[in-house]
């Protein structure tokens, strides 16, 4: 059974793409998308841990623990890294 997240270039494909495989098969296709990607991923650190830290001060049931906080961002930091390497190789 696939899940709901599983990433395929085509419909028919067997065999899920992983997010890098896929924007690098998206830049085969159409490589004047670069820049534009590129772009979007060139995001500050700063603003990012400026936009998530708030967070941990609202007053919601179930509030965001600074831990949890401090895990996204190494985790997206990580990604963002990732993805990187990766189209600035090729």
Do not use: Y
Not at 46 to 69: G, M
């Amino acid at each position: 059974m696939r899940e709901c997240g599983d990433l395929r270039w085509q419909i028919g494909d067997a065999k899920p793409c992983g997010h890098v495989e896929l924007l690098l098969k998206i830049l085969e296709q159409a490589p004047e998308c670069r820049p534009a990607m590129l772009a979007v991923l060139k995001f500050d650190h700063a603003a990012l841990d400026q936009a998530i830290t708030p967070l941990c001060d609202l007053a919601v049931p179930l509030p965001l623990s600074r831990e949890r906080a401090q895990f996204i961002l190494t985790l997206l930091k990580a990604r963002q890294c990732n993805l990187l390497e990766s189209l600035e190789a090729r």
